[in-house]
């Protein structure tokens, strides 16, 4: 029982991280914003693997729409960003592959949903914003989850 309240504290920690830095950084477009969210969903994914990073990043992703007020946005974001977690926290040979799959999950469904909400002009005009944050943040988060190993090493 104590693990799970641990488990479930911790993911509830990396939760509340994850919409810091996705409200902390926030970049308004004409179909919605773009923020530093998937640093924190990379580093849970590399932390702890699939399963966490799936829900920290689907619930966090969930939240900051609620938050921010795209209401319209919050099942889409927390199939694109659950997924991206998922697949994220692949380990070991998988990891490449894992990646990718984050990659393309994450950039597809709000492709996708943009095409059909708004146009596929709008969605074209998102795909190198949705593209630079995947890419911004699995490398913060890369960046943070080999800091925290460091750190962790040290104690």
């Given at each position: 029982?104590?693990?799970?309240?641990?488990q479930l504290t911790?993911?509830?920690i990396l939760i509340a991280l994850s919409i810091v830095l996705?409200?902390?950084v926030s970049i308004p477009t004409p179909t919605g914003f773009l923020t530093l969210l998937d640093?924190?969903?990379?580093?849970?994914?590399?932390?702890?693997g699939p399963n966490q990073g799936m829900v920290v990043g689907g619930v966090s992703a969930f939240l900051i729409d609620l938050l921010s007020g795209y209401p319209n946005w919050m099942i889409f974001s927390l199939f694109a960003h659950g997924g991206q977690g998922y697949f994220a926290g692949l380990k070991g040979k998988k990891r490449p592959f894992g990646l990718a799959l984050a990659s393309l999950v994450m950039i597809l469904i709000y492709f996708?949903?943009?095409?059909?909400?708004?146009g596929f002009g709008a969605a074209i005009a998102g795909l190198l914003?949705?593209?630079?944050?995947?890419?911004f943040g699995m490398l913060v988060g890369y960046s943070?989850?080999?800091?925290?190993?460091?750190?962790?090493?040290n104690k």
């Open positions: 029982m104590h693990s799970k309240n641990n911790q993911l509830a996705g409200k902390f640093a924190g969903i990379y580093f849970t994914a590399f932390l702890l996708i949903t943009s095409g059909f909400m708004y914003g949705n593209t630079f944050q995947n890419f943070l989850f080999k800091a925290y190993q460091k750190y962790r090493g």
